[in-house]
Each structure stands twice: as C-alpha cells, then as structure tokens.
C-alpha cells in the first residue's frame, strides 16, 4: 500500500499547482480594483496608483505569477489587502470552525442516511420505504441555502431552540455545539438524502445474491445477514459518494457560513471575493482544494478496510 499512497501524493502535486494557477489567473482576471475598493471615497489616481505598486499589481501578470508561486512553495501566502494581516493567520483563525462544521455535517449525514437506508432496504415496498424516498426527495431537491433559512426561521426565530447566527468559541463547548447544530443539518441535507438512497439501493442488491440466501437457508438471524455478511460488501458504493461528497461538503461550507453568519473559511472566502482581495481569495481556495484532495484519498484508502479483497499496487 505504502507504493500507493506515495504515487497518490505525488500527484497532488500537479493538481495543486493547476488549482493554484487557475485561481491565480481567474481572480485577476475579475473586474474591480482592489485599490479602489479598499479606498472607497477617498480614492484618487496617485493613491491607488500607490496601493498598486506596494502590491506589486502594477507589475506584468506572469511576473506576478512567478512571485505568488515562489512564496506559496515558501508557505507564504502573502498579506491581504482588506485588513494588512498575513492571509495565512486569517485562515488559521477560521479553519477551526469550518472543521468543525463539516465534521458534523458528516456525522449526521452517516449516522442518519446509513441507518434510513438500511431500513429501507430491509422493509422494502413498505410505508417505511416510501417514507425514506419521499425524504430524499426533498431534501435532494432543496438547496442547503433554502433548507438553512427554513432552519432559521422555525427554530431560531418561532422556536427560539438555538441560536441563529455565529459558531459560538471553543472555550465554551456548549456554546460551540448549540451554534453548530443547525447549519451541520443544512450542509449535511442532501448528501443524508444520497446517502439514504444509495444504501438501500446496494443493500437490497446484496442481498439478493446467492451467499445471502445460503446465509439465510443455514438458519442465520437476519440481523446477522444483514449486517455481519450484506452491509459490509454493500459498502463500497457509499464510501465512493462519500469521496465525492467531500466537494460538496466542502463546497457548501462557503454559502452556509454566509447564511449563519459563521467566521469560518467560507464567509472569509466571501468576502475577499467581494473586496478583490486576491491574495486571500488565493489562499482560501488552495486550502479548500487541498481538504478536497486529502479527503478523496483518505476515501480510496478507507477501500481496504471495508473490503480486504482490495490491493492497492
């Protein structure tokens, strides 16, 4: 396995350099200056001119390319324009948060979804099945965006149960976990939904093969079918949205930290975009490309586990 994963990370390398340029080239390419921005009002020619040198963007793009590449193979990011800090200690600062945020939104999506399709599965064309398809259905068709509004309006606003916006601080856990609940559910929504659906899909495929019927005809309960011989080979397709599911995890935490008003990486991501903040537009999204990247392998090397047949070569 050890060959594996050398040749896996060896090709993070190219990936990352091709997100790194196309960020790069693209957030350039927007329209709107950064000087004029961030002066507002009070901009005029020799001021922002100004900016602009001591940013280096007066300089030709592939010089400026050459530099950005130099001091992120150095672990500089550089300083962002909006607040004068190194864009690294911002990123450090809301890192925690947006972890915090997907973890949750995957354990409830695992621990929900799984179960539901196992349930599923087992009482196939009854009330519980159409239950979980008509479930899935809507939360697949919802965007997390409608369903963190619908959250807020009747749990924070009529209920009162939780708190509507923040992520609360580490130094108070209860604090923590009461902030994180509602938008963990909405970025969580439609991956439980594919998870719900393609678990009861492979399951009810397991077992109705050959091994699982001589399993039951040798007298074996059927909890010990289902879970010790059917649901471990049905496993493997729902490690490989998982895999996928990791974009989509990652991806959502940028538009529901905006609807919760959390300090995570996506409403910091936001908001440089919206001030042309290059630099740490830059950087958010080579730490969200990197957790994708790290995701998807700690997935394909998760393949092993759950199959022993696997052998990575």
């Known amino acids: ?51 602009r040198h001591m940013w280096g963007l007066d300089q030709p793009l592939p010089v400026q390319y050459v530099h950005y590449l130099g001091n992120v193979l150095s672990g500089n990011f550089g300083v962002s324009f909006l607040t004068g800090q190194p864009a690294a200690y911002q990123i450090v600062s809301a890192l925690p948060f947006t972890v915090v945020l997907g973890l949750a939104a995957l354990v409830i999506a695992i621990g929900a979804g799984v179960p539901l399709g196992i349930v599923a599965a087992v009482r196939s064309d009854t009330a519980a099945d159409r239950l979980s398809l008509i479930l899935s259905l809507l939360l697949v068709s919802a965007p997390n965006f409608l369903v963190g509004i619908v959250l807020l309006i009747f749990f924070a606003g009529k209920l009162g149960w939780l708190p509507s916006i923040g992520a609360g601080t580490f130094a108070q856990p209860a ?21 719900t659906r393609i678990t009861r899909t492979t399951l009810l495929s397991v077992l109705r093969d050959d091994y699982v019927r001589t399993a039951r005809a040798k007298g074996l309960a059927r909890r ?27 991806g959502g935490t940028v538009v529901i930290e905006t609807v919760f008003a959390r300090p995570g990486i996506g409403s910091l991501l936001v908001g440089s975009v919206t001030g042309r903040d290059y630099v740490q537009v830059q950087a958010c999204v080579i730490v969200l490309a990197v957790s994708f990247v790290v995701m998807n392998l700690v997935t394909d090397l998760c393949y092993a586990a759950v199959d022993p047949r696997i052998q990575y070569q």
């Open 1 to 51: 396995m050890r060959p594996y994963i050398v040749r896996r990370v060896l090709l993070i390398i190219p990936l990352i350099w091709g997100v790194v340029s196309s960020v790069f080239l693209v957030v350039h390419l927007l329209p709107g200056d950064p000087a004029a921005v961030l002066l507002g009002p009070f901009a005029t020619q020799a001021r922002e001119e100004g900016l």
């Open 224 to 250: 010990v079918v289902v879970y010790r011989h059917a649901l471990r080979n049905a496993m493997l397709p729902v490690l490989s949205i998982l895999g996928l599911a990791a974009g989509e995890v990652v």
């Open 175 to 195: 604090s923590l976990v009461a902030h994180t609940v509602l938008p963990a559910v909405a970025l969580s929504a439609g991956l439980l939904a594919y998870l």
